[in-house]
């Protein structure tokens, strides 16, 4: 769906590059010397807005007591603003939360008197010219920053040792700042050294237009309260968290007579090096599955994907500029796909995927649980280097979905008909669930005489993923502010959903509504279970033989024995609820 343009708008989009960041000389001037680490601040970015973040670099043990692995944040990052005086430069945090766009009211003044924007921090001017100030921000960038870093404060795994704490390695850039910081812990049972890089992003001058979150389309969402004086009322007007995808000032026409264009800044992923090669090759796949979504509205080539060694030379993992997915070397199977966003508007700034190598052992365990009944290949320890391929590409279009800024949708699998699901051409059509943002997993309601495909087994980028993408980030051009285009949006949903049930979304956590289950699958929740358990009791006969390995002393049995007795409780919860 497209929106016809207006003046206003088109002349934002071919001004584009310039109201996004203006001038391109250097962010800062850095000198640092025995006295101290020295920043040069040009003057036109005093009153600009930044995002200030940290993630961990390097750590000596994952085993720590926050639990962060290299590459991972704890906290979102902070907005803050600078402003300066005749002798000090202070550090600003602005409200994120709370909003008051109509500042000619006259109750304005009683909304500011309860909304001044508090100073977080202040340094003295070491030196002042026509364009700059300089400030000594040694410590400022060489100690933990609570809220911002992910050790320290509350947070630290231990008592800290001030004497290893120092700065590494200062990068300025054009947008941005990247420090890389040591910090040194007592801990609480061994030693513990980290490397920190904290992230200094100089925000676009003019904010993404928001949009207004909507409870029927899953996205994550930052809250926002928003004050009007002529009700007077304070609304909740949350926005999605998205990318900004908009054709570039050269495609616009083209765009609007509906031909295919490419995003003015495409979305990159760069996939770590580390990854088995096998690995690497399912991830990229699972990376531009999503191209899919977004070709129907009208962009293509939007989400690419090049290997850390295909990256150009400024490439840093660690650059708040990049996103990435990332190799976490842990026994913990897990992976997931995080964010950070302009706490303005809701842009996706940058996002990562934190993929630990044991999460191959779960795919592999619930792989095993659910289709080894009917389907040879699942019932060996080690699966066949296709299966695995499909397995890894499937979860990491899971977590790119998040990277998105899509939130699970546990109603979508409720909106196939369980019979559905044992026919080969219904599910080697539409997989086992219209969105691979549901916990479906694989397909356990087949049976051993239904000759279901492998094609058949697995979610995919499905209905409910391509219209939630319809809705977030299609362009809306012909409206002028948040009231027009929630207007707009609400017609699109009011329209498609109606329609299509398959287009329902149920958020993760509401659970009172049967419909909205985890890793279940088709309408019938009882008839689904029953054909579940009817394949776990064909499992459980040769369980023996299919996790014979030999030396193993029955490891594996036990530990899918007791596999198969949670799934079998989870199929009771699931008809039960």
């Known amino acids: 769906m497209r ?52 993630r961990v670099m390097t750590v000596s043990s994952p085993n720590n007591k926050v639990k962060l692995y290299a590459g991972q944040r704890l906290y979102d990052p902070v907005w803050i603003r600078l402003k300066y005086d005749k002798e000090q430069l202070y550090l600003l945090r602005p409200d994120s939360k709370n909003l008051c766009e109509d500042t000619t009211h006259l109750s304005y003044p009683a909304y500011a008197r309860n909304a001044i924007t508090p ?39 231990g008592r800290s040792l001030p004497q290893l704490n120092k700065i590494l390695q200062v990068d300025v850039h054009e947008k941005n700042l990247e420090v890389s910081v040591q ?29 207004i979150h909507d409870a029927r ?16 009322s304070i609304a909740a007007e949350n926005y999605i968290t998205r990318f900004r995808i908009v054709p570039s000032p050269k495609d616009v026409r083209s765009y609007l007579q509906g031909k295919q264009v490419k995003p003015q800044q495409p979305i990159v992923f760069y ?58 070397v842990s026994d913990f199977p897990n992976a997931m796909g995080k964010h950070w966003v302009d706490p303005r508007s809701g842009e ?50 899971h977590e790119i979905g998040h990277c998105l800024g899509l939130e699970h949708n546990f109603k979508a699998s409720y909106a196939y008909n369980t019979e559905d699901l044992r026919r080969p051409e219904f599910t080697e059509r539409y997989g086992t669930t219209p969105s691979i943002m549901d916990y479906a997993r694989f397909n356990y309601v087949a049976q051993p005489e239904d000759s279901v495909s492998v094609d058949g087994l697995f979610p995919r980028i499905g209905i409910y993923d391509k219209w939630a993408i319809q809705w977030g980030y299609t362009p809306l051009w012909g409206t002028s502010d948040d009231e027009e285009d929630r207007l707009v949006l609400n017609e699109m949903i009011k329209k498609k959903q109606k329609e299509n049930k398959r287009l329902w979304f149920g958020a993760e956590g509401y659970n009172r509504d049967p419909r909205c289950q985890r890793e279940d699958l088709g309408d019938n ?3 689904a279970a029953e054909y579940g358990i009817r394949n776990l009791k064909r499992v459980m006969k040769v369980l023996p033989e299919w996790t014979y390995e030999e030396g193993d002393f029955n490891t594996h049995l036990l530990s899918m024995h007791r596999s198969i007795i949670d799934q079998y409780r989870r199929f009771l919860i699931h008809a039960a609820v």
């Open 183 to 211: 910090y040194g812990f007592e801990g609480t049972t061994q030693p513990f050294l980290t490397t920190i890089r904290k992230s200094l992003l100089l925000l676009p001058e003019q904010p993404m237009q928001p949009r």
């Open 3 to 54: 929106i016809a343009n207006n003046k206003l708008r088109l002349l934002l989009l071919l001004l584009f590059p310039t109201l996004l960041w203006g001038n391109s000389a250097p962010m800062f001037h850095i000198r640092q010397n025995t006295k101290g680490c020295f920043v040069e601040i040009p003057k036109r970015l005093i009153n600009r807005d930044f995002l200030l973040a940290a």
């Open 119 to 157: 100073i977080a921090e202040s340094w003295k001017i070491e030196q002042e010219t026509d364009s700059s100030i300089v400030v000594n921000w040694s410590k400022f960038l060489s100690e933990p920053i609570e809220g911002v870093d992910p050790f320290g404060g509350k947070t630290s795994p």
């Open 348 to 397: 996706i700034l940058q996002a990562d995927v934190l993929f630990h190598s044991n999460v191959i052992a779960l795919l592999r365990k619930w792989y095993f649980l659910q289709t080894s009944a009917y389907h040879p290949a699942a019932r060996t320890k080690t699966l066949p280097d296709d299966i695995t391929a499909q397995l890894i590409r499937y979860a990491a279009a």
């Open 271 to 328: 996939i770590d090096d580390a990854f088995p090669p096998l690995w690497k090759k399912a991830i990229r796949k699972g990376i531009l599955d999503w191209n899919k979504a977004f070709e129907e509205i009208g962009f293509k080539e939007v989400m690419q994907a090049k290997t850390y060694a295909e990256a150009g030379p400024e490439f840093d993992p660690n650059d708040i500029r990049f996103n990435c997915f990332r190799y976490v």
């Open 217 to 232: 389309v899953g996205y994550d969402n930052i809250p926002k309260r928003k004050f009007n004086f002529d009700t007077p």
């Open 525 to 527: 929740p009882v008839i």
